[in-house]
């Protein structure tokens, strides 16, 4: 990719302080107790704020069950076939930042130019919602802060559910991304047997559990994902299962035709390589696609994590084990992959709905 721009450093450098000061090792600020038929209780809500959008259109506000406003920005092209109806590319933010990081990547650069529809045209939607300030289920200091709240795994299609006596409400995240993809499919014209999902790091686990829990999702590609059913010492770990679940180990996803492409690197953040190579097993065993790309520092494509980087399955790598590869992790997950871009449109366009889901 050569030399970091500066996006990358000041991402990386806040992911040092987000994600691998881990040394003391905290699950959250709400603790770890309390793990019911859906994982982790619902994280707890401190504040959301409006996103800046830039040149997009501000969706929102819309309350979710919480009450909260929720909001998202919209990013279509300036002129297409009038009539056509574009793909949906939705995009989730990184833990402690918000949706303007679209920007950060060149999703948007090449929103006019790359085909993810049939044929030869080009030009696709991006919907970027914007997450809120929440406990998280990472180390300090990224306890707290904007995010995705993928620890509570409730995110069935028909919302919420009865188990004996007690409702477990959908995960209000997942209910505003729905939110706002019916919104943009009427707004922008929307070909939804194109609705693919993409994110970063927090994002991207979030955008895997969306993507595996929604039919109408065609498929996800991200950047650095750890697991969404456990990692980087989850109190409430699940297995993701196609069938009804045998016990709490295990979590039931609704949508096993999802193929997923998780781009990460070879040295990632916190032990990532090893834990995705976990949730790519998991995933896998429930009938899902899975690409697990994993690539060097020269963005080439290898087939091994690097040891030094952390082996543990369930993440995890401090910088006193390994100083030289902590802060070459840390620059790594800091940077969007761009030279991995076209091939991650290109896995989504191979992958639309069959069959369709109907037109809004």
């Known amino acids: ?35 019911g038929p859906f994982g982790n209780a619902p994280a707890k809500m401190y504040a959301s704020e409006k996103p800046a959008c830039g040149r997009g259109e501000m969706l929102g506000p819309w309350k979710d069950a919480d009450g909260t406003d929720r909001y998202a920005c919209l990013y279509a092209p300036q002129a297409h076939e009038p ?7 939705v995009y989730l933010h990184p833990s402690l930042f918000g949706a303007w990081t679209v920007k950060w990547t060149n999703l948007l ?90 994110g970063w790091s927090n994002g991207a686990a979030m955008a ?23 990692a980087l010492g989850d109190p409430c770990p699940q297995t993701p299962v196609a069938h009804a679940p045998a016990n709490g180990g295990e979590v039931t996803i609704f949508n096993t035709r999802a193929a997923i492409m998780n781009v990460h690197n070879a040295c990632d953040i916190e ?49 006193l084990q390994s100083p030289l590869s902590w802060f070459l992790a840390l620059h790594r997950h800091g ?3 761009d030279a991995w871009t076209p091939a991650m449109l290109d896995f989504l366009r191979a992958h639309p709905l069959h069959p369709a889901a109907p037109q809004f």
């Open 109 to 198: 650069d090449v929103a006019r130019t790359s085909a993810l529809g049939e044929g030869a045209a080009h030009g696709y939607v991006v919907l970027a919602p914007e997450g809120r300030n929440t406990a998280h289920r990472y180390p300090w200091p990224d306890n707290t802060g904007f995010g995705w709240d993928n620890w509570y795994r409730q995110l069935s299609p028909g919302g919420d559910v009865k188990i004996g006596q007690l409702v477990y409400r959908e995960n209000v995240d997942a209910a505003a991304i729905d939110h706002f993809i019916d919104e943009a499919a009427r707004t922008a014209m929307v070909d939804t047997r194109r609705i693919y999902v993409s």
């Open 335 to 337: 940077n969007w992959p």
């Open 1 to 35: 990719m050569g030399n970091a721009p500066p996006r990358g450093i000041v991402l990386a450098i806040c992911s040092a302080l987000a994600l691998t000061i881990a040394m003391n090792g905290r699950a959250g600020a709400d603790g770890g107790a309390g793990c």
């Open 208 to 230: 895997v559990l969306y993507a595996v829990s929604r039919p109408d999702v065609a498929a996800a590609a991200v950047y650095s994902a750890p697991d969404p059913f456990g």
């Open 271 to 319: 032990g990532i390589c090893p834990n995705s190579g976990k949730l790519a097993r998991e995933l896998r065993a429930t009938g899902v696609e899975f690409d697990d790309v994993i690539v060097d520092a020269y963005d080439k494509r290898v087939t091994a994590c690097v040891a030094d980087c952390g082996t543990d399955p369930n993440g995890g790598l401090s910088l």
């Open 83 to 89: 009539g056509r109806r574009l793909p949906l590319l």
